[in-house]
DNA sequence: GGGGGAAGGATTC
DNA sequence: TCACGGAATCCTTCCCCC
C-alpha cells in the first residue's frame, strides 16, 4: 500500500477539478503544489489516515467481492432486472424541473461592487478557508473548500476578499423574488441555489400574450441599483446560450430596449435567468430535466451562464446518462466515487452495469439510489417545507487546553445557540457536543435528555457534563481542542408542545408547593412556543423549577454494558444515597434505593411525554436497576422525599387515582405495576382531567418548607455527586410553600467572565485570584446543605468540603466538578491495580478494565471503549450482516 | 428481528 | 509566517432492549 499511498492521497486532498471553469487544468502541477504546501501538517497526518480508512474499507469490499459466486450474481441481477422494471414503469417525465444556481455567487457579487476585481482572480473567504472563487482563479486551481493559504501558493496574486453574508442574503432575496413568480412553492437549496417546478408556469404560459413575456431592458435597469452604470451592465449582460432556437434576443425596438421570450421551458427558463442578470447583475446557470436529480447535472453542464435541458423523453434521458461521471451526481462524494472506481465503475453506464454487483455490495439505501440513478430517476416532487431536524453551532480556534477555557466555551456556543433555537421557537431533547482535537480527530458525544430544551442553561447543562466526561477521560493530560461545537436535535413535534402536557409527577404532587413546581417545570419548557415569546425562555423561573442537568436526570435505564464507568458509579452512589433515605424515612425502602435516588434526580421523566408514553414507560421492565420498574417508582418516589419525616406515607396512585395510606414505597410501586399492567393505557386521563386533578393535588395542604428542604439536604450526599457533579451545582431549589421564596436557579446567577461571550480572546480569572470575591451565593443550599433561607454564605465544595470563596459560580462549579472527577478517580484506583497513564488516563484504564469483571463489559461496548484512545475512527467496513447476508436472508438465498 | 439511541462518517453548499 | 470552515442531513454501524 505504501508505494501507493501518494496516489491514494491525491485522492483526498488533491484537487477536486470537478468544478465548473476547472477543466483542462495542469493537475500535476497543482497537485504537487497542494501536497508540498500540506505535508506534515496534522491536517494532512488525518487525512492520511482517513485515506487508509477509505482503502480498508475498499479492501474488505473487494474481499467480498470475491466470495461472490455465479449463483449468487444471476440470483442478484434476477433481483436487479425486476427492480428495474418496476422502477421503469413508474418513470415519471411529465414534470419540469429546473435547477438555477447562481454563477460563482459570492465571488460574482464582490465583483459586481468591486468591478477592479473583475479581471483578477478572486476568492471569498480568508487564509483559512475559501468560500468560492471567481473563474480567473480556478484556472489556477483555486477554488471553494480550499484553504486560502494554499491558494496562494497556487495563485500567489490571488485576491481574497471576506464574506459579506448580509449582500449575499440580498442579493438572494431578489433573485427568489424573481423564482417565486415562476413557482410560488420554489425550494431553495442556499443562497445561491434553488429547484423549480416549472410545470404549472408553463401551462399558463402557453397562453400569455406577447407582452407578458417581454422584458425591457431599460425597465430592469431602473431595477438596478442605481450606482451602477447602463454600460457597465451591458458588460455584464450574459450571452445567452446560442443554440436556443429563440436565444437570439427578439428586440422590440431598434434601440434593444425590450426582449420578447417563448413559451417553451427553454425559454422560460432563459426569460428567469435574464430577469435575476437585468435585477442583479450576476449570472445564473440552470438546468432543466425531468427530475431534479438530472436538473442539477444539468445546471452544471453549461456553467457558466448557460442552461441545459434535457428533453422529457427516456431515450434523451439515457442518452444523457450514459457518459456522465458518477462523481457528477449529487450525492456521490469523494469515497463513494473511490469505491465505486475500485469495482471499475466511473460512468453511470457502468454503474447500470454492475447493479448487481453493487445490490451485493452495498446497502439496500445505496444500491437502490445507484440504481436510481443509472437510470436518470430521481425526485420529481419537491418536498415543500420540510421541517428542521436539528441546529448547532460550532467554532474553530487555535489549541485550547485549558479546562476552564473549555467551559467557558462551551457555555457560549449554548448561548449562542439557545438564541438560535428560541428565535425559531425550537425545543430539543437531544444534545450533541462535537470536539475535533489538534489531530483534527473529530468525535461527537450525546445525551437525549427527557424533555426538550432550548435555553442557555438547559442546553449547558447537558453539554457541560458532555465535555467534562471527554477531559476527564484524557485526565491527567489535557483535552487539547481545535473545534467545539453544540447541537440540539429531537426537535418535539407541534403536537408535543402542546401545552398542559400531563406528567405522572403532576398526578402525584400531593404538597401544594411542589405540585405547582412540577407542572410549571413542564410548562415552562413550553411556554415560549405557546407565547411565541422567545425571551420567556430565559426569564427567571419564578415559579418553575430548575431544569436538572444531564447529570440530575438519570440516564434511561438500559444495561449496566451500556452505561459509562461514570454512569454506574453514580448509580452506586445514588445507592448509597437511597439507604441513607431509608433511615430518614423510617420505612423499608430498600428494594426501592436506587429508584428514589433517581426519583431526587430525575425530575421531568414525563413532562413532555404524553400520557401513553408515560403509561408505557412506566409498565417497563428496567433491568439495570433489579427493579420491576423505573419509571413508575421514580416518579411516586419523588413525592415521598417531599414528605419524607410526614409518618405515615400518604400517595396517590397515578393509574387508578387511588389514595393509599400508609403503605411502604416497594408495595406502593407493586400496586402501580399491577395498575399499568391492567389499564395503562385505558386509563388514560383527558387533559382536562389532568388539570382538575392538577387542581385538587394542589389543594392538599402541602408539605412544610423545612421538611422539603431538609429532605433535599438529606439526600443530597455529595458523595453522591461524585459521578454527577453538576447536580450538586445545578439541582433545582424548589419554590417555597407560598411560592414567593423561590431560590433562583444556580445559573441563573452565572456571569459571564469579563462580561464577554468570546472565550477565544478570554483571560480567564484563577481561583486563587476570583477567591477574594465575596461569596455570597443563592441557590447554595442545594451544594452546601444549608438552609435554603440562608443567603450570604461562603461557597462550599460538596466533595472537598473546603470553602470556596468565590462567587463566580462559573469557577466553582469548575472547582467542584474537579474534586469530583477526582474522588471517582481515587474510587477507581481502589478498586482496581495501578495503571499506566503514559498514554491517555482513559484509554488506559479501559484497557486495563478489559479482563475486569463488570467493567469489562463497558470495555465490549465499541462506543464506550472507543472513546477516546486509541483514535475513535472505526474503519467503516461493510458488514455482511448489513449487506450480502441481509439480501440474501431477505429473499431466501443461499448465504455465500 | 425491529426499534431506537449513540457515534462516526459522507456529502452538500 | 502560521494556516484546512460551518451547518445540516442522511446513512451506517453498533449496541441494548423488547
Redo the contacts with the bound molecule.
Sequence with gaps: MESHQGADLLSR?ALNDNKAGMEGLDRDKINKI?LE??KG????ENELK?EQ??NQ?IEKMMEQKARITKELMKQAQAEVDKLRCELERSRELGRVIVHVDMDAFYAAVEMRDCPELKDKPMAVGS???L?TSNYHARRFGVR???????A?KLCPNLVIVPTNFDKYRAVSAQVREIFSEYDPHFMP?????AYLDLSEHLEQRKHWPETMRTYCICDATTENDADRSTAEKDELSPVLFEDSPSSSPSLSGADRKAEVFGTSAEEAVREMRFRIQQKTSITASAGIAPNMMLA?VCSDKNKPNGQYRIPPERQAVMEFIKDLPVRK?????????KMLAALGIVNCDQLGQQMALLSLL?????WHNFLHISLGLGSTCMERD?E?????????FGEMSDAEEQYSLCRDLCHDLAQ?LQREGLKGK?V?LKLKNVQFE???????LQYAVCTEEEIFAAAKDLLKVEIDSVSPQPLKL??M?V?V?GFISAEDKKPLQRSIMGFLQKGGSDSGSFTQCAGSALKADDDGDAASCLKPPSTEMKVPSVSEQIP?P?????QSFFQRAQMKRLQQQQEQMSVIVGKDTTNNSVDAAAAQTDLSTTNTQSDTTSAKSLS?????TDATSYTNKHAVLKPSFKISTQVPLCLTCPVCNKEMKDVNLTAFNSHIDECLKGSAVDNEPTASDAVKEQEELNSKPPASSSESKTLKSSSHDPSCDEEKPSTSISVPVEETDDGSDFKTPFFAHRTKINGKRSVLHKKKMPLSESSSKASQTASLEAVTEISSASKGLLLMCPVCSQPQSTDDLALFNSHVDMCLNQEVLLEFRESHPPVDHSDSALSSVRGQLGDQGRVS?VE????QG??PLPP???I????T???IDKFF?GNSRQNI
Design positions: 486532498i497542494i504546501t500540506s501538517s496534522r491536517f494532512y482517513k480508512q477509505v474499507r487564509m483559512s478557508m468560500s471553494a473548500a480550499m484553504p486560502g493559504f494554499i496562494k437549496m442556499s443562497l445561491d441555489e442539477k451526481v449529487s450525492g456521490v462524494g469523494k469515497v463513494t466515487e452495498f446497502s439496500g439505501t445505496s420540510s428542521r431536524k436539528s441546529m448547532s453551532t460550532e467554532r474553530t438560535d437531544t450533541t473529530v468525535k461527537s458525544r450525546a445525551f437525549t481545535r473545534l461545537g447541537r436535535s434511561k438500559r444495561g449496566p454494558q451500556q417497563t421492565t428496567n433491568s439495570w463489559k465490549k461496548s465499541k462506543r472507543s472513546s475513535s475512527k472505526k467503516k467496513v461493510l458488514s450482516k448489513h449487506t436472508k
